[in-house]
């Protein structure tokens, strides 16, 4: 059979084969779970749908027949226990194989998935219950995360579900779902009803809950097909634990529109070598992972052979120095393609499939989005002056894009104006139509009458054998208005000293700007992040000028 992506998308190309026009056709009843994966199982029932294994050699191999039979068996026994249309179920699975046929059993119910990593603290957990409503909480086998829930949840009643192992409070769900009937008639549901929630990273403030409709599955084909590159039969690694939202963007929908597999490597801590091994033992074919996995493996080593089944790489979640992306493309002969987008959409802006890539660039915007920069004014920015990505709905509200922040006025008052979606990033263009990432509008740094974009001064000081991982901020001064301060982790075998600080400083004067040099250098163990790996720059920020 054909990929179900041409069945559901058109895109256009010019005549040099640049991507420039892209639409979404489906029905009013369109559901990724019935209209893709069970179509996918009645046509190619022994068509791989997951590979799966972890750090100590277990492995799991999942066919689109036995997805579609265990989320319909899921799917039964989850009405069983009342879980109807329009329940919200939370799901902290970490890498677990489990995932891929319980969130599809949810999407069949018509039930609104929220995934969540399983880091979270009591706090955080509580917090998403009280703020979605949460009737059911399905998590991993992990006691300490069990424990973080059951204190999360307290005394309300909230349905408790885990797999692998019974947990007292918890029902496992193995048996059950084994024992459930496999037939399940199709439960009416429509494209534009509600089917995942992310609770974005919440850098400033409580997290904002962004919710998407079924269509946002679809508009994920551009992220995989014309982004990510991956092919029909092919083998799909994205780097994430399925709470955060990039798992959407490289682990289930538009990979399986376009009838890729996806790998799926379970691990605690990040080990590039044992990374390397998986992309070498299963074949991978297209790879993504955020940029500071990129950076860990340039950093401990990068083997050829490890890549030699790839043919395609990709990189999205926060920019990446060109140095990086040049030491990648000695060692393993493959360019990494940025990309940009948030929790609240699909690919905003990309390299894609046909263009000519600008390194240290993000690409250029999806053709589903009317994107524009925009200055403090709201008008329109030239070429390399900086501005904030947009989104112009006025004319058409595009698929893969949030329809608003459930019960947060104040959020949509702020992210959306008179019909334009604000992402709070901050970029430019050059004379090609080439977007260059610069930060958040928060942690633009103004110093002597300068903005200045942290980005830029990471990227030097990141080609110092010293350095591992660095943020640059700004801090308080009543002569500059702010002084440039980067917050630095070592390298293992290098040691804090002020011989060392002053030779960062140096090492910086001599690659930028006079007035970017980073006055002050910091030492940290390491720096604040989010739960999905972004630098929380005001955390660092919060501390300096408090």
Same mark, same amino acid.
Request: hydrophobic share 35%; charged share 25%; proline share 4%.
């Given at each position: 059979?054909?990929?179900?992506?041409?069945? @559901?998308?058109?895109?256009?190309?010019?005549?040099?084969?640049?991507?420039?026009?892209?639409?979404?056709?489906?029905?009013? &009843?369109?559901?990724?779970?019935?209209?893709?994966?069970?179509?996918?199982?009645?046509?190619?029932?022994?068509?791989?749908?997951?590979?799966?294994?972890?750090?100590?050699?277990?492995?799991? @191999?999942?066919?689109?027949?036995?997805?579609?039979?265990?989320?319909?068996?899921?799917?039964?026994?989850? *009405?069983?226990?009342?879980? =109807?249309?329009?329940?919200?179920?939370?799901?902290?699975?970490?890498?677990?194989?489990?995932?891929?046929?319980?969130?599809?059993?949810?999407?069949?119910?018509?039930?609104?998935?929220?995934?969540?990593?399983?880091?979270?603290?009591?706090?955080?957990?509580?917090?998403?219950?009280?703020?979605? !409503?949460?009737?059911?909480?399905?998590?991993?086998?992990?006691?300490?995360?069990?424990?973080?829930?059951?204190?999360?949840?307290?005394?309300?009643?909230?349905?408790?579900?885990?797999?692998?192992?019974?947990?007292? #409070?918890?029902?496992? $769900?193995?048996?059950?779902?084994?024992?459930?009937?496999?037939?399940? =008639?199709?439960?009416?549901?429509?494209?534009?009803?509600?089917?995942?929630?992310?609770?974005?990273?919440?850098?400033?403030?409580?997290?904002?809950?962004?919710?998407?409709?079924?269509?946002?599955?679809?508009?994920?084909?551009? =992220?995989?097909?014309?982004?990510?590159?991956?092919?029909?039969?092919?083998?799909?690694?994205?780097?994430?634990?399925?709470?955060?939202?990039?798992?959407?963007? #490289?682990?289930?929908?538009?990979?399986? *529109?376009?009838?890729?597999?996806?790998?799926?490597?379970?691990?605690?801590?990040? &080990?590039?070598?044992?990374?390397?091994?998986? $992309?070498?033992?299963?074949?991978?074919?297209?790879?993504?992972?955020?940029?500071?996995? @990129?950076?860990?493996?340039?950093?401990?080593?990068?083997?050829? !052979?490890?890549?030699?089944?790839?043919?395609?790489?990709?990189?999205?979640?926060?920019?990446?120095? !060109?140095?990086?992306?040049?030491?990648?493309?000695?060692?393993?002969?493959?360019?990494?393609?940025?990309?940009?987008?948030?929790?609240?959409?699909?690919?905003?802006?990309?390299?894609?499939?046909?263009?000519?890539?600008?390194?240290?660039?993000?690409?250029?915007?999806?053709?589903?989005?009317?994107?524009? $920069?925009?200055?403090?004014?709201?008008?329109?920015?030239?070429?390399?002056?900086?501005?904030?990505?947009?989104?112009?709905?006025?004319?058409?509200?595009?698929?893969?894009?949030?329809?608003?922040? !459930?019960? &947060? %006025?104040?959020?949509?008052?702020?992210?959306?104006?008179? #019909?334009?979606?604000?992402?709070?990033? =901050?970029?430019?263009?050059?004379?090609?139509?080439?977007?260059?990432?610069?930060?958040?509008?928060?942690?633009?740094?103004?110093?002597?009458?300068?903005?200045?974009?942290?980005?830029?001064?990471?990227?030097?000081?990141?080609?110092?054998?010293?350095? *591992? %991982?660095?943020?640059?901020?700004?801090?308080?001064?009543?002569?500059?208005?702010?002084?440039?301060?980067?917050?630095?982790?070592?390298?293992?075998?290098?040691?804090?000293?002020?011989?060392?600080?002053?030779?960062?400083?140096?090492?910086?004067?001599?690659?930028?700007?006079?007035?970017?040099?980073?006055?002050?250098?910091?030492?940290?163990?390491?720096?604040?992040?989010?739960?999905?790996?972004?630098?929380?720059?005001?955390?660092?920020?919060?501390?300096?000028?408090?």
């Amino acid at each position: 059979m054909k990929p179900l992506y041409q069945k @559901f998308s058109n895109a256009e190309f010019d005549a040099e084969g640049h991507f420039t026009g892209f639409s979404l056709h489906y029905e009013e &009843n369109y559901n990724f779970a019935y209209d893709v994966v069970d179509e996918i199982a009645r046509q190619e029932p022994e068509k791989m749908a997951v590979v799966w294994c972890d750090e100590h050699e277990r492995e799991k @191999f999942l066919t689109f027949g036995e997805i579609k039979t265990l989320s319909d068996k899921a799917a039964n026994y989850f *009405l069983t226990q009342g879980i =109807t249309k329009g329940d919200r179920v939370l799901l902290m699975l970490k890498r677990h194989y489990e995932y891929w046929y319980l969130i599809i059993a949810l999407h069949k119910i018509g039930a609104l998935a929220i995934p969540a990593t399983h880091m979270l603290k009591p706090h955080d957990i509580s917090y998403r219950i009280e703020a979605a !409503e949460v009737k059911a909480i399905i998590c991993a086998e992990d006691e300490n995360l069990c424990e973080r829930v059951k204190t999360a949840v307290g005394e309300k009643n909230i349905s408790l579900y885990t797999v692998r192992e019974e947990r007292e #409070g918890f029902i496992c $769900l193995d048996e059950p779902i084994e024992k459930a009937s496999a037939e399940l =008639t199709r439960i009416p549901t429509k494209a534009t009803d509600p089917m995942i929630m992310y609770f974005t990273s919440g850098t400033t403030g409580n997290p904002k809950m962004a919710v998407h409709n079924h269509t946002y599955s679809l508009a994920h084909i551009v =992220t995989a097909k014309y982004w990510q590159c991956v092919q029909d039969k092919g083998l799909h690694l994205t780097v994430a634990d399925t709470g955060w939202a990039k798992a959407s963007w #490289g682990k289930i929908y538009g990979q399986w *529109l376009c009838g890729s597999a996806v790998m799926v490597y379970e691990f605690e801590r990040f &080990n590039s070598e044992k990374m390397m091994q998986v $992309l070498e033992k299963y074949q991978v074919t297209t790879f993504c992972a955020p940029p500071t996995l @990129f950076r860990l493996m340039a950093k401990t080593g990068i083997r050829h !052979e490890a890549f030699a089944s790839v043919e395609h790489v990709s990189t999205a979640g926060e920019a990446l120095q !060109e140095e990086i992306i040049r030491l990648f493309y000695e060692k393993t002969g493959l360019e990494i393609m940025e990309g940009f987008g948030q929790s609240e959409t699909v690919l905003i802006i990309g390299n894609f499939k046909g263009s000519h890539p600008k390194r240290g660039s993000m690409g250029k915007p999806n053709p589903l989005y009317k994107v524009m $920069l925009v200055d403090r004014e709201q008008k329109p920015v030239k070429p390399y002056e900086h501005g904030e990505i947009v989104i112009d709905t006025r004319e058409r509200m595009p698929e893969g894009l949030c329809q608003g922040y !459930e019960h &947060n %006025e104040d959020a949509n008052a702020r992210y959306w104006k008179n #019909g334009i979606f604000h992402t709070g990033d =901050t970029a430019y263009y050059d004379e090609d139509g080439y977007y260059y990432y610069i930060s958040r509008l928060d942690d633009v740094i103004k110093s002597s009458g300068y903005r200045i974009g942290p980005f830029e001064i990471e990227s030097v000081l990141i080609q110092h054998k010293a350095v *591992l %991982e660095c943020a640059v901020t700004g801090v308080p001064d009543a002569e500059r208005g702010q002084l440039v301060k980067a917050t630095v982790v070592l390298r293992e075998g290098y040691e804090e000293s002020e011989t060392l600080r002053e030779e960062l400083k140096q090492f910086a004067k001599e690659r930028l700007a006079g007035y970017k040099y980073p006055r002050i250098i910091a030492f940290s163990k390491e720096l604040p992040k989010t739960t999905s790996g972004k630098i929380c720059y005001n955390q660092i920020r919060a501390k300096d000028w408090n």
